[in-house]
Each structure stands twice: as structure tokens, then as C-alpha cells.
């Protein structure tokens, strides 16, 4: 088990990484892990959903998370909007993972444990030259 007290005062002789492999380019079966919600610095807020791969035929990328950023569409004193053109990214997820029923109550944590396919593709940082693996879409299993 971790411990933190431990961890502050360990010793290491190895180098750590400082880049890491992108999950590759494929669709997966995944797992919503967890979710959280931020701002950014901008004032956007955003659901970020952690997705974990479910994909024994790809040993590269099984059990592998990833993250999602959903930006949100909120009205001037923070609800969330509904109606034509607000909150797509969401309304695809919710879809998904068959929960984006009218009447029916939903909220965000509801997410965790859903199970769909995510598109991941691969989008290359142009200052740095780095690759980063994204969730690219949702779809029902």
C-alpha cells in the first residue's frame, strides 16, 4: 500500500520517465473510471471523464485511462443549459451510455461505471512536436 510519509523521504537511483507512449489509434471498449469537474482559466467549465480500456486483444492500451474533456454549455449563474445547440459533447455521451432520457433524472456521477466504445485518435502538439492520444468520440455498445 502507498504510504506518503514513506514516499517523502524515499530514496531512488532510477531516472523516471518524461514522456510517455500514446494509447494507440484504435476504438476500445472502456469503462467510465471517474469523472470530475473544472474551470479553466478562461472561465469554460468542463467534465473531465476518465475512461479505462477494456481491451485484452490490445496488450498496449488494456487497462490504459484517458481522459475526455467535455465542455459545457452554462447559463450566467452556472446551470447547466438544455435545448437546441447547448451541451452536444454531453448530450453524445449521455446517448452513449443511455442516459440522456427527457423527465428523467440524471447527474454526472451516474456516469462512472458506463460502459461504451471511445474512438481514440492521436493529435500532435505543434510546438513541442509531442503526440497526445484523445477521446474523439462515444458510442453505444
Same mark, same amino acid.
Given at each position: 500500500?502507498?504510504?506518503?510519509?514513506?514516499?517523502?523521504?524515499?530514496?531512488?537511483?532510477?531516472?523516471?520517465?518524461?514522456?510517455?507512449?500514446?494509447?494507440?489509434?484504435?476504438?476500445?471498449?472502456?469503462v467510465?473510471?471517474?469523472?470530475?469537474a473544472?474551470?479553466? !482559466?478562461?472561465?469554460?467549465?468542463i467534465?473531465? *471523464?476518465?475512461?479505462? #480500456?477494456?481491451?485484452?486483444?490490445?496488450p498496449? +492500451?488494456? &487497462? @490504459?485511462?484517458?481522459?475526455?474533456?467535455?465542455?459545457?454549455?452554462?447559463?450566467?449563474?452556472g446551470?447547466?443549459?438544455?435545448?437546441?445547440?447547448?451541451?452536444?459533447?454531453?448530450?453524445?455521451?449521455?446517448?452513449?451510455?443511455?442516459?440522456?432520457?427527457?423527465?428523467?433524472?440524471? !447527474?454526472?456521477?451516474?456516469?462512472?461505471?458506463? *460502459?461504451?466504445?471511445? #474512438?481514440?485518435?492521436?493529435?500532435?502538439?505543434? +510546438?513541442? &512536436? @509531442?503526440?497526445?492520444?484523445?477521446?474523439k468520440?462515444?458510442?453505444?455498445l
Open positions: 500500500m502507498f504510504d506518503p510519509n514513506t514516499f517523502a523521504t524515499m530514496t531512488i537511483t532510477e531516472a523516471n520517465a518524461t514522456e510517455y507512449t500514446p494509447i494507440p489509434e484504435d476504438e476500445y471498449q472502456a467510465v473510471d471517474e469523472i470530475a473544472r474551470v479553466t !482559466t478562461t472561465g469554460k467549465p467534465l473531465d *471523464v476518465t475512461w479505462k #480500456l477494456d481491451a485484452p486483444q490490445a498496449d +492500451a488494456d &487497462g @490504459k485511462k484517458i481522459r475526455q474533456s467535455v465542455f459545457l454549455d452554462v447559463s450566467g449563474s446551470d447547466l443549459l438544455s435545448g437546441k445547440g447547448a451541451n452536444i459533447q454531453l448530450g453524445r455521451l449521455r446517448e452513449a451510455v443511455k442516459q440522456n432520457q427527457t423527465g428523467k433524472a440524471w !447527474t454526472p456521477s451516474m456516469l462512472i461505471g458506463c *460502459v461504451a466504445h471511445i #474512438l481514440v485518435k492521436h493529435r500532435l502538439e505543434e +510546438a513541442s &512536436g @509531442k503526440i497526445y492520444a484523445d477521446v468520440g462515444v458510442t453505444a
